[in-house]
């Protein structure tokens, strides 16, 4: 089993849609998780933290699973802008940081 | 400067020549990385480094080698590139107990 495992999409999902994605980790002793926002041929950017049982942001909202091992982010109310490619990392020390190839998300008007 | 800096930022390169990709912060963070990323295979950890004078090799480490002489700087060097090199190369650093990375805008890399 793969450290991290994210569906790769493509999603495409309409403006004003809600969209979920899901993200498995197989190392049960990871404490807290990143959600990165990376654009096409941009460096990522963090976009949430999860350390304990969920974050919420505005329209988005990070929910941890630890017993099945997952996370997943929700984004209501889905924009245009909102078009990237979107990275789960577990972590540990940050040498051992293990990034997910990624859920690609394409908001169409 | 203002956080993590890398060039070039676009570079060609003849299969055989030896190329340095460097990265400076001005953060003032301990941690430095540097990550290839390729379709479909995410980012990958080539090396790190936890603080000046130390580095350590991660995933993909064959065929680069790093050094950090200080602080600031943490420069990736291919002695002898080869096409499979050919990719972007984000370099990284962290501070802190968040965990959280910062990026530089990284180095698109082709080896012919």
């Known amino acids: 089993r793969k450290e991290v495992e994210q569906d790769p999409g493509p999603f495409n999902v309409p403006e004003g849609a809600t969209v979920a994605f899901n993200c498995t980790y197989s190392?049960?002793?990871?404490?807290?998780f990143f959600w990165y926002r990376q654009d096409c041929r941009k460096e990522p950017k963090l976009l949430m933290s999860?350390?304990?049982s969920g974050n919420e942001d505005g329209r988005f909202t990070a929910q941890l699973n630890r017993a099945s091992q997952y996370i997943s982010l929700l984004i209501r109310d889905s924009k245009l802008s909102d078009s990237a490619t979107y990275l789960c990392?577990?972590?540990?020390?940050?040498?051992?940081?293990?990034f997910g190839s990624g859920t690609q998300l394409t908001v169409l008007p | 400067i203002a956080g993590i800096t890398q060039a070039p930022t676009s570079q060609i390169l003849a299969a055989g020549r030896r190329m340095t990709l460097r990265c400076t912060q001005d953060?003032?963070?301990?941690?430095m990385y540097w990550y290839r990323q390729d379709l479909g295979l995410g980012l990958r950890l080539i090396h790190y480094?936890?603080?000046?004078?130390?580095?350590g090799k991660g995933e993909v480490p064959d065929g680069y080698s790093v050094s950090r002489a200080n602080t600031d700087d943490f420069p990736l060097t291919l002695a002898s590139a080869v096409p499979s090199q050919t990719s972007v190369y984000f370099c990284?650093?962290?501070?802190?107990?968040?965990?959280?990375?910062?990026f530089g805008e990284g180095s698109r890399l082709t080896v012919l």
């Open positions: 990392v577990p972590s540990g020390s940050a040498r051992q940081l293990t």
């Open positions: 190392n049960s002793a990871s404490q807290s």
């Open positions: 999860v350390y304990s």
């Open positions: 953060m003032r963070h301990n941690a």
């Open positions: 480094s936890n603080t000046a004078g130390t580095t």
């Open positions: 990284a650093t962290a501070g802190g107990n968040t965990g959280e990375l910062f």
